[in-house]
């Protein structure tokens, strides 16, 4: 454990003294340093929520095939960049490096002697080859933690795969029960598997550096994407696993057994209801101007509307149709769980997003201003200035002075070489 840490970190309970010591506005991960072999999005996704709490994060791109295909993700494209890139990769610095080059290890492994972790999202095969896991830097940095996010994991039959976002969906049953019934499978609206296997991953490698401190011995972190997606089965899972419940595609986005909770049709658009209780149920009907509905018997409880609901969802939709969703919210708000069907363009305007700052701007020397959605994370007492993701091995030449100590010289040779 590094000297002094906890304790330089830890809260002051006098409460006669309401400063915070400038240790204490720190990031809270200001001074962890991690190595990343990353590219598209679940892994820079990963990344980039530690970055955004202060992380350094030196992401290694491969100079023979022009860096992290990110890049190059149309619609917006500009030399070596892209939007899509940006979204992933902010607060980050690049650095080029041939990991099968045979001098790789001048500069991998003085990197990850001064880090305390090192990331990959990589082919489950491949992290041991290159030379990335435990048992390769373990001798290099005792404490260092390793973590993989992978498409199926390290070992077994599937770990030389590779896997997508769109393949998991499909693996993990979530297409299954997505979309109208009597349509086709219907993959989620966003990439949810990277996005949630991101979070894992910076989770995981978090807590495995927190015990590392103490320790002073680090690990393999295993993720993939399969068992992400299979986790977030969640209560279908149990229900499945207890009871063989066999889940299907509901009309309406409905929830499968809390009737009605939904997406309900009005003069305008639409709008969501969230009965979750038996007491906003009966709130709804009234406020639709229907409260018999409350005391008819084939809809009295969560079990009768269940059972009946075939015959309760034409009589909602009528009713809901008659006014326009703005009028229904105003009505149904602090009553029943309500909210608009927005587009992703109403999403932005809705005041929360201001009020929460969700939108940041980072000045992009190809895009001018790049504007993208902040962290959900909100630190009291610490923040991060944001910055546009890196260019093509911008920062090599610094990293590779700072923390390798080699000589301009020396870096003109390694790049002459192609190492990097």
Not at 173 to 190: D, F, V
Request: aromatic share 6%; hydrophobic share 35%; charged share 25%.
């Amino acid at each position: 454990m590094r000297s002094g840490y906890l304790a330089r970190n830890r809260l002051s309970h006098d409460i006669g003294d309401k400063r915070l010591d400038n240790q204490e506005k720190r990031p809270p991960l200001e001074g962890v340093r991690i190595v990343s072999v990353e590219q598209f999005g679940a892994g820079p996704w990963a990344t980039m929520m530690l970055a955004d709490m202060g992380a350094e994060i030196i992401k290694v791109e491969n100079p023979a095939t022009q860096g992290d295909v990110a890049r190059y993700v149309p619609p917006f494209t500009g030399d070596q960049d892209s939007v899509y890139f940006q979204s992933f990769n902010r607060n980050k610095k690049s650095i080029t490096l041939n990991l099968q080059h045979e001098r790789v290890n001048e500069i991998l492994h003085p990197l990850v002697e001064v880090s305390e972790g090192v990331f990959n999202n990589l082919r489950g095969d491949l992290p041991a080859r290159l030379g990335l896991d435990y048992q390769a830097l373990a001798s290099v940095n005792s404490s260092v933690v390793c973590c993989s996010l992978s498409a199926f994991g390290r070992t077994g039959e599937r770990a030389s795969e590779p896997g997508y976002d769109y393949l998991m969906q499909g693996y993990a049953g979530w297409m299954s029960i997505t979309g109208e019934p009597g349509g086709p499978p219907t993959k989620a609206g966003l990439s949810l598997v990277d996005l949630s296997g991101g979070v894992m991953a910076s989770l995981g490698m978090v807590s495995s550096i927190l015990r590392a401190r103490e320790t002073g011995t680090g690990c393999d972190v295993d993720v993939n994407l399969f068992d992400t997606a299979l986790s977030q089965l969640g209560y279908v899972g149990a229900w499945h696993l207890t009871k063989g419940y066999e889940p299907q595609r509901m009309a309406d986005s409905s929830h499968p057994s809390q009737i009605p909770s939904q997406v309900l049709p009005t003069a305008d658009g639409w709008m969501v209801v969230m009965c979750a209780k038996e007491k906003f149920y009966r709130s709804l009907v009234e406020i639709m101007g229907a409260p018999e509905l409350a005391e008819d018997d084939r809809f009295r409880t969560f079990p009768d509307r269940l059972e009946n609901r075939d015959a309760l969802i034409p009589i909602l939709k009528a009713l809901s149709k008659k006014r326009t969703t703005g009028d229904w919210l105003e009505r149904l708000r602090g009553e029943v769980p309500c909210g608009p069907v927005n587009t992703v363009e109403e999403a932005f305007a809705d005041p929360q997003v201001a009020e929460d700052e969700m939108i940041i701007e980072v000045d992009h020397p190809q895009f001018g201003v790049v504007r993208q959605v902040a962290s959900p994370i909100k630190i009291s007492d610490a923040s991060v200035d944001h910055v546009r993701g890196p260019s093509l091995g911008e920062h090599t030449d610094e990293i590779l002075h700072q923390y390798v100590n080699l000589s301009t010289r020396e870096i003109e040779d390694l790049r002459k070489d192609g190492v990097i």
